[in-house]
């Protein structure tokens, strides 16, 4: 008896920064993988979340927002975007359908045509907020820009089109293996995500200088020592300037309470049990341009900048 041949690899999700690659990227998964906020430049990592069905296996990775950069991590965050497009199967090109075509999307398409001959899939994101009248053009505007393999209109936030969308990236995968575990979502250990479900209540809660200016680093989880069942996580928010830390503690402590509080309900339904989390706040000057510092908060490939 034939066994079914599975397709595999690996697909990247680019675009300007606060398009919804997050978004998409959580509803496919059905789960919290990246973290989400409207803020720009809210993703650091490449982010490889794992989906799997019957037809076979997507490794997706979230890259930062394509951006000018203007520190030492904005330039790493610029390089993870641009190398991984030499790494992939196949890039979806994420674009906000609200947004008007501007320099930032010129300048993605000539990357695109300069750095990469792998298929191009471009998304367009957001139907649900324009009328079918003003779609139509759009896509016969893109048309003319680039030679896109498929052109999808979708709702990553409320899932239009996005089974379709999943349909059409299988088509275009090769057979290969399943390189993970059916049941496994992500590469990355429970502590990246813990931390990144921190951060995110800071981008939600914060405003002005603070969002782009933190890094969480979880610094033990483990069960509790009177409740095993429950767990005792201890993590550091680091910033820039004192300012910064009085922001984030807030009045008799109020703002770090409820970032706690926000963070401890995501985390739990994470972990599947009870957690216990301590969080401090600590100074670390012009972290952002410091190339030790960035190592130490885990941005790994910061050499290649």
Same mark, same amino acid.
């Given at each position: 008896?034939?066994?079914?041949?599975?397709?595999? @690899?690996?697909?990247? #999700?680019?675009?300007?920064?606060?398009?919804?690659?997050?978004?998409?990227?959580?509803?496919?998964? @059905?789960?919290?993988?990246?973290?989400?906020?409207?803020?720009? =430049?809210?993703?650091?990592?490449?982010?490889? +979340?794992?989906?799997?069905?019957?037809?076979?296996? #997507?490794?997706? &990775?979230?890259?930062?927002?394509? /951006?000018?950069?203007?520190?030492?991590?904005?330039?790493?965050?610029?390089?993870?975007?641009?190398?991984?497009? =030499?790494?992939?199967?196949? &890039?979806?090109?994420? %674009?906000?359908?609200?947004?008007?075509?501007?320099?930032?999307?010129?300048?993605?398409?000539?990357?695109?045509?300069?750095?990469?001959?792998?298929?191009?899939?471009?998304?367009?994101?957001?139907?649900?907020?324009?009328?079918?009248?003003?779609?139509?053009?759009?896509?016969? =505007?893109?048309?003319?820009?680039?030679?896109?393999?498929?052109?999808?209109?979708?709702?990553?936030?409320?899932?239009?089109?996005?089974?379709?969308?999943?349909?059409?990236?299988?088509? +275009?995968?090769? $057979?290969?293996?399943?390189?993970?575990?059916?049941?496994?979502?992500?590469?990355?250990?429970?502590?990246?995500?813990? +931390?990144?479900? #921190?951060?995110?209540?800071?981008?939600?809660?914060?405003?002005?200088?603070?969002? /782009?200016?933190? +890094?969480?680093?979880? $610094?033990? %989880?483990?069960?509790?020592?009177?409740?095993?069942?429950?767990?005792? &996580?201890?993590?550091? &928010?680091?910033?820039?300037?004192?300012?910064?830390? @009085?922001?984030?503690?807030?009045?008799? @402590?109020?703002?770090?309470? $409820?970032?706690?509080?926000?963070?401890?309900?995501?985390?739990?339904?994470?972990?599947?049990?009870?957690?216990?989390?301590?969080?401090?706040?600590?100074?670390?000057?012009?972290?952002?341009?410091?190339? /030790?510092?960035?190592?130490?908060?885990?941005?790994?490939?910061?050499?290649?900048?």
């Amino acid at each position: 008896m034939n066994q079914k041949k599975t397709k595999s @690899g690996f697909v990247v #999700i680019i675009g300007r920064p606060n398009v919804g690659k997050s978004t998409l990227l959580n509803q496919v998964m @059905g789960q919290k993988i990246a973290i989400m906020s409207d803020k720009p =430049q809210t993703t650091r990592n490449k982010i490889r +979340a794992i989906y799997t069905n019957n037809q076979g296996q #997507i490794i997706f &990775i979230d890259t930062p927002g394509i /951006h000018k950069p203007k520190s030492k991590l904005g330039k790493y965050m610029m390089n993870i975007a641009l190398t991984t497009l =030499q790494e992939v199967d196949l &890039i979806l090109y994420l %674009m906000d359908v609200t947004d008007k075509f501007g320099p930032g999307e010129q300048f993605i398409i000539e990357q695109l045509k300069s750095v990469t001959k792998t298929p191009v899939y471009l998304v367009l994101n957001k139907i649900d907020l324009i009328t079918p009248e003003e779609l139509l053009p759009m896509i016969d =505007q893109y048309r003319k820009l680039y030679n896109f393999a498929e052109i999808i209109p979708i709702s990553a936030l409320n899932g239009n089109n996005v089974s379709t969308l999943l349909d059409l990236i299988f088509k +275009a995968l090769p $057979e290969g293996p399943m390189y993970y575990p059916a049941d496994q979502v992500t590469e990355y250990p429970e502590q990246f995500i813990v +931390a990144e479900l #921190i951060r995110e209540k800071i981008l939600n809660l914060t405003r002005e200088e603070v969002p /782009h200016s933190i +890094a969480v680093v979880v $610094e033990s %989880m483990k069960p509790g020592e009177e409740n095993p069942n429950t767990v005792v &996580i201890q993590a550091v &928010i680091y910033v820039e300037r004192t300012s910064q830390k @009085g922001i984030i503690i807030g009045k008799n @402590g109020r703002m770090l309470k $409820e970032i706690g509080r926000q963070a401890r309900l995501d985390i739990e339904r994470l972990l599947g049990s009870k957690i216990f989390l301590e969080l401090w706040v600590k100074v670390k000057e012009d972290w952002r341009n410091k190339e /030790h510092l960035l190592k130490d908060f885990g941005f790994f490939e910061v050499d290649e900048v």
